[in-house]
């Protein structure tokens, strides 16, 4: 099976269990695991932050950055596709007591404009206090499109001059910086809390890890321990994304390029619309005209392909790495014979 449902599909390579077998550990409630250190300590210094941690999930990342930032009945500005109101399971209110302010957005790309039209003001007591910005970046829903540089640093102004945090969810941060050359520490350095993952594109089996100032992150890892997060020999995952980091971040353009080779045949394809120029990383969404999503997805399924749908009407396919040159050949043969058959 040639499986392109999300780049979380991935499974660790020989090499990457080599050296999770290896890994030094201790135990990290007692902050003793030498190589959960590492790893934060590397990202921390990778990302230009003064302190990292190590967190089971990118839900519980961006959730324990939203906590640090924040008072129950504050309110988080963010685009109405934003992962962490659609996909969180609601936990922004479950876990924090926050409100949530959502702006219709292009790709994902929230405007200063629409900011600081539903900003509350300070004197506002009545109304929730606006507290935090959030960005996606790349956006998942928008189709992995990159948030443009230009605006977050106009979107850094607005929240200086409104008193507000900023929190990034980098989840795939990696690929952005590969697609634009932008590094990860310029990325940062607009942002007060980020979260990325390590078992995205990068390959890890589990993790992301979250940034910001030392006295944030000594408060996340006491939330994070409250919300049952705390773990103990962690080096053996821990190792898993110093490998991934070390190993899979560079390599992610030939996830990009394999997006847009397939994005490329797709849009030659009687049946499908696509926009191949929002194709910037390695997530591809197309809208099928002839034929139902269910059909494209269960004839592909028949041909050795799987896809997932992704809203109504759409379709969505993720590159990652472990899906060779030969496999995006094999999936536009696939779908040629799906939407011509
Ligand atoms: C943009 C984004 N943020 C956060 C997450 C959450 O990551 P996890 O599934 O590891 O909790 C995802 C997962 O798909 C995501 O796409």
Known sequence: MIDLRSDTVTKPSQAMRNAMANAEVGDDVYKEDPTANRLQKYCAELFGKEDALFVPSGVMGNQLCLNVLTQPGDEIICDKNAHIFQYESGSPAMLSGLSMNLLNSKSGVITPEQVEDVIHPASAYYMSRTKVMEVENTHNVAGGVVHPIKNIKALKVLADKHNLKMHLDGARLWNASVATGISLAEYSSYFDTISVCLSKGLGAPVGSIILGERGMIEEA?????GWGGGMRQIGIIAAAGLYAIENNFNRLSKDHENAKNLANHLSQIEGIEIDVSQVETNILMFRPTTISVED?????????????????????????????????????????????G
């Open 221 to 225: 890892f006491r939330v994070r321990k």
């Open 296 to 340: 494209v997805i269960v004839k592909s399924k028949e041909k050795g392909l799987i896809i997932s749908a992704m809203g109504v009407g759409i379709i969505r396919a993720v590159t990652h790495l472990d899906i060779s040159s030969d496999d995006i050949e094999r999936t536009k043969q696939i779908f040629t014979e799906v939407f011509n």
